[in-house]
């Protein structure tokens, strides 16, 4: 497995590629679990060599505590990658990525000021902006990210589709922990207690996908979610959403069934997790 920390190296070591290969990339911030490695073997399937990036991107967290706090753990990612046959990963410094702080900036509409982006504005506009850049700079056919992001995903595909970008997106299955737990960088910040306690956010969005596939009123299933995570003790709810899609804004009643993905938020023990499903897996 090639390390590269420069974009001169990555790019003259990637242009033997270029005309006769396959190029997949995952991009990442580290912290890799069984989730991004299942991105890594969906790139092994699809492409001829896969470029995983590790770069924590301050420009797309708008709480600079959080920015601090996001586990770093260069040498433990690089030991996943290379056992899982990664052929090459970029893992530049903050500097050889933004030499100066950025005047370009990516604002991707409506669609980032729904869900995710209410709770943590600028947010998306700092995932295009570095999306973007690694696309530039890697030049993929395909690029891989998790369903876990649901919302990202689809303002990456809005990125992908305006910009017009020469690549296909794939997005891959949620990995998850036996209790239903969405495999994510935080998880690493609970505590078992706390693990077993965010089991709930699988289940109440397993629990709605059943309501809404036989009612497609939301607001007895959003009522019913709320009530669940009243009794819990450490978790507390900070959104329930039912969503179309194509723009993220919360639904009253299902129209569109393939279109449709059930989302939430909580935070426990001062962590943040997300989760969704689509309607119809
Ligand atoms: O999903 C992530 O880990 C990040 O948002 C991404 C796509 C690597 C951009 O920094």
């Given at each position: 497995m090639k390390v590269f920390n420069t974009i001169q190296d990555l790019r003259a070591y990637l242009s033997d590629f270029r005309n006769n290969s396959k190029i997949g990339l995952v991009p990442t911030m580290g912290a890799l679990h069984q989730g991004h490695i299942s991105l890594v073997n969906e790139s092994k399937k699809q492409a001829d060599i896969t470029v995983a990036t590790i770069f924590v991107n301050p420009?797309?967290?708008?709480n600079p505590e959080d920015l601090e706090k996001y586990p770093r753990t260069l040498k433990g990612d690089l030991e996943k990658l290379q056992a899982a046959n990664c052929d090459v990963v970029f893992a530049p410094e903050t500097k050889e990525v933004y030499?100066?702080?950025?005047e370009v900036s990516i604002n991707l509409g409506a669609?980032?000021?729904?869900l995710e982006g209410k709770f943590r504005p600028g947010h998306f506009d700092g995932v295009g902006l570095v999306v973007s850049k690694l696309f530039h700079i890697v030049q993929p056919d395909l690029a891989f990210f998790g369903q876990k992001d649901l919302q990202q995903f689809f303002v990456i595909k809005k990125l992908v589709d305006e910009l017009n970008f020469p690549l296909q997106l794939q997005m891959v299955p949620t990995e998850r922990e036996l209790n239903g737990l969405a495999m994510s960088?935080?998880?690493?910040?609970?505590?078992e207690t706390e693990k077993e306690e965010a089991g709930l956010l699988y289940e109440s969005l397993k629990e709605a996908q059943k309501s809404l596939l036989s009612s497609p009123s939301t607001l007895t299933v959003k009522a019913t979610i709320e009530e669940l995570f009243k009794k819990s003790e450490r978790l507390s709810l900070e959104y329930f959403e039912v969503v179309n899609?194509?723009?993220?804004k919360p639904l009253q009643v299902v129209t569109e069934k393939e279109k449709t993905a059930l989302c939430i938020a909580a935070e426990i023990g001062g962590v943040r997790l997300i989760d969704n499903l689509l309607l119809i897996s």
């Open positions: 420009t797309q967290f708008n030499p100066n702080k950025p669609i980032t000021k729904e960088s935080r998880n690493m910040r609970l505590s899609t194509s723009d993220f």
